[in-house]
């Protein structure tokens, strides 16, 4: 009896994360279908459906959704390798810390959105500028993430290494950077996170081009909050597949040096 128990609460376990969005579009169909509520802004289901029936049969979304995973990517890849070597710079070099460490500093309390005014007037509205302002989003959590796992090497694996006469590369390459992985891991991660959602904060404040945000704007602007509803849940699946693939690539990695997943 316990055996069956305890292998039906794995299962049980997996589909709790539905109880809530599915009482939510529950609660969503009845005040819609009750008429509790006689603003026009509060739109079915159905609608919202037959919205995206429409959306997902159209070029236009297809553009809008690729234009948007393009200006992601390219940002978080620009972002992520930048932050690597200024994390790596910091955390290897005392002298470097010393010297840039504190302008750094400085930087990451800058809010993201406060370079919105300064890259609008130095790169314009188009893809360049939101993808420099995607490349700020994710380089901060790299740096930070990277420089603390290296700062941080537990100094019994430095000790060991210097007993068993390991040079400075060797000791880098060898016990530094495995110990520092899953750090290095989080600031990647938490850079792929931030770069999608500053992806919709660009579209917003820069409004030249198309993406998904884009569709968000021209849904608000014509009260079409079928279109709003559609353009927020695929922002949520889009973020939501792009969390599953960074977790995903991080214990294949985490595997491949003999790390335990967390």
Known sequence: MSTLTSSAAPSTRRYRGWVLPVVAVAVWWLATNQGWSDSGLLVSP??????????FTSEAFWRAISSS?????????????????????????????????PSFNTFK???????????????????????VFLSLAALVPVVVNTCDGLRNVPPAFLEVAKVYGFTRWQTIRGVMLPAALPSIFTGVYLALVYSWLAT???????VSGSGIGNTLIDG??????????FGMVVIG???????????????????????TPR
């Open 200 to 206: 919709i904060g660009a579209e917003y404040l820069l």
């Open 46 to 55: 159905q609608k919202v459906a037959a919205t995206a029936w429409h959306q």
């Open 69 to 101: 995973l393009a200006r992601n990517l390219s940002g978080f890849f620009i972002g992520t390798a930048l932050g690597l070597v200024l994390g790596c710079l910091l955390g290897f070099s005392r002298l470097f810390e010393r010297v840039v460490g």
């Open 109 to 131: 309390q800058i809010s993201l959105f406060a370079w919105i005014p300064l890259i609008s007037v130095w790169f314009g509205l188009g893809d360049v500028a939101k993808v």
């Open 237 to 259: 699946l889009v973020g939501w597949s792009l969390n599953l693939l960074a977790r995903s690539l991080e214990r294949r990695m985490q595997r491949l040096y003999g790390i």
């Open 220 to 229: 608000s602007e014509h009260f079409m909050m079928d279109l709003v509803l």
